[in-house]
C-alpha cells in the first residue's frame, strides 16, 4: 500500500522503529520534513526508537543526529548493530576466538577494539577478523586479506551488515556488510549482528518498555524490511533511499520482488 505521509497511519502504532540513514539523513543535514514528522510523533506520544546498522555505539548516533538538526528529545532512545554486537561479545560468545583480530574499521576509529581490549593484528597471524568499517572504500580492495583469512579458516564478525549506504551526496558507498558477503562467498564463516536478526527487535523491545502494535520504517528491503517480517512487524519502505535508482529503472514492484520482502506501506520520504 502505497501512503504519502506517516499522519495516514500514525494512529495505528504505539512504537516507531526509525532507520537512521536514508530516512532521517544520509550523514548531512535531516531530510525535509524528517523533523516535523518526528514532532508529529512526539505529539502523539508515540514511542520512538532509532534502529541503525551502524558498527558504532548509540553515543555515536547521539552526535550524529544533532549535528543533522534532530533533537536528543525526538526519540527515545538508539540502538545500533554495534551495541548489538558489543552485547553478545560482553555475553561470551566470542570468548573461544581469542583477542588479536584483524580490525576493519572506519576513519582511524578503534573505539570497539579499546572497549573489548583488543589488539590489531596482521591477517596472517591474527585470531578473527572484526569488520566495523570499510576504510580502504571499496570492499573488492580486502579480496587478499580475506583469501589468506579462509585458507587459515579465520571466523569473521561485522558489526554493520549493510552492503552499501548512500552519502551526503546521495551517492551509494561499500560499507562492512559488502566485505562480510564477499567472505561468505567464498565459504567463510560470518557472523551478522544488526537488522535483519530478529534478537536487535528484541533488544528493541526492551528498550522500549515493549510496544503493543509497532512499525519499522526504513529504505533497505533487505534489512529494514526484512526485518520488520522477522520480527512480526509491520513495515514502511521508504522508496528514496538505497533502491531509489533500482526503483526507476524498472518500477517499484519489481524492486520489492527482487528482494522477496513486501512491506505493509511504501512512503517516497519520512
Given at each position: 500500500?502505497?501512503?504519502?505521509?506517516?499522519?495516514?497511519?500514525?494512529?495505528?502504532?504505539?512504537?516507531?522503529?526509525?532507520?537512521?540513514?536514508?530516512?532521517?539523513?544520509?550523514?548531512?543535514?535531516?531530510?525535509?520534513?524528517?523533523?516535523?514528522?518526528?514532532?508529529?510523533l512526539k505529539e502523539n506520544n508515540k514511542k520512538v526508537v532509532i534502529l541503525s546498522n551502524?558498527?558504532?555505539?548509540?553515543?555515536?548516533?547521539?552526535?550524529?543526529?544533532?549535528?543533522?538538526?534532530?533533537?536528543?528529545?525526538?526519540?527515545?532512545?538508539?540502538?545500533?548493530?554495534?551495541?548489538?554486537?558489543?552485547?553478545?561479545?560482553?555475553?561470551?560468545?566470542?570468548?573461544?576466538?581469542?583477542?588479536?583480530?584483524?580490525?576493519?574499521?572506519?576513519?582511524?576509529?578503534?573505539?570497539?577494539?579499546?572497549?573489548?581490549?583488543?589488539?590489531?593484528?596482521?591477517?596472517?597471524?591474527?585470531?578473527?577478523?572484526?569488520?566495523?568499517?570499510?576504510?580502504?572504500?571499496?570492499?573488492?580492495?580486502?579480496?587478499?586479506?580475506?583469501?589468506?583469512?579462509?585458507?587459515?579458516?579465520?571466523?569473521?564478525?561485522?558489526?554493520?551488515?549493510?552492503?552499501?549506504?548512500?552519502?551526503?551526496?546521495?551517492?551509494?558507498?561499500?560499507?562492512?556488510?559488502?566485505?562480510?558477503?564477499?567472505?561468505?562467498?567464498?565459504?567463510?564463516?560470518?557472523?551478522?549482528?544488526?537488522?535483519?536478526?530478529?534478537?536487535?527487535?528484541?533488544?528493541?523491545?526492551?528498550?522500549?518498555?515493549?510496544?503493543?502494535?509497532?512499525?519499522?520504517?526504513?529504505?533497505?528491503?533487505?534489512?529494514?524490511?526484512?526485518?520488520?517480517?522477522?520480527?512480526?512487524?509491520?513495515?514502511?519502505?521508504?522508496?528514496s533511499g538505497i533502491h531509489k535508482e533500482q526503483i526507476s529503472k524498472t518500477?517499484?514492484?519489481?524492486?520489492?520482488?527482487?528482494?522477496?520482502?513486501?512491506?505493509?506501506?511504501?512512503?517516497?520520504?519520512?
Amino acid at each position: 500500500m502505497i501512503i504519502n505521509n506517516i499522519s495516514e497511519i500514525i494512529q495505528k502504532y504505539d512504537t516507531f522503529i526509525l532507520d537512521q540513514w536514508g530516512v532521517l539523513h544520509n550523514g548531512g543535514n535531516a531530510f525535509e520534513h524528517a523533523v516535523e514528522t518526528l514532532n508529529l510523533l512526539k505529539e502523539n506520544n508515540k514511542k520512538v526508537v532509532i534502529l541503525s546498522n551502524s558498527g558504532k555505539q548509540k553515543h555515536n548516533s547521539y552526535i550524529r543526529l544533532s549535528e543533522s538538526g534532530i533533537n536528543r528529545d525526538l526519540y527515545l532512545d538508539v540502538m545500533t548493530s554495534g551495541e548489538h554486537m558489543l552485547h553478545n561479545f560482553k555475553n561470551g560468545m566470542f570468548d573461544k576466538l581469542g583477542k588479536n583480530p584483524t580490525f576493519y574499521d572506519w576513519d582511524n576509529d578503534f573505539t570497539i577494539m579499546e572497549i573489548l581490549g583488543f589488539k590489531n593484528t596482521d591477517i596472517n597471524t591474527s585470531d578473527f577478523i572484526l569488520c566495523c568499517g570499510v576504510e580502504r572504500g571499496d570492499a573488492e580492495k580486502y579480496i587478499e586479506d580475506l583469501k589468506i583469512a579462509k585458507a587459515r579458516n579465520l571466523e569473521l564478525i561485522v558489526s554493520n551488515p549493510d552492503i552499501v549506504a548512500m552519502n551526503k551526496q546521495g551517492k551509494l558507498k561499500d560499507c562492512p556488510g559488502a566485505i562480510a558477503k564477499l567472505y561468505k562467498e567464498m565459504g567463510g564463516k560470518v557472523h551478522w549482528f544488526g537488522k535483519p536478526q530478529p534478537e536487535i527487535y528484541e533488544l528493541c523491545y526492551k528498550m522500549a518498555n515493549g510496544w503493543n502494535n509497532a512499525v519499522a520504517v526504513g529504505d533497505s528491503l533487505e534489512h529494514d524490511i526484512k526485518g520488520a517480517i522477522k520480527a512480526n512487524i509491520d513495515s514502511v519502505f521508504i522508496t528514496s533511499g538505497i533502491h531509489k535508482e533500482q526503483i526507476s529503472k524498472t518500477n517499484l514492484d519489481n524492486a520489492i520482488k527482487k528482494y522477496g520482502q513486501k512491506p505493509t506501506y511504501s512512503l517516497e520520504w519520512f
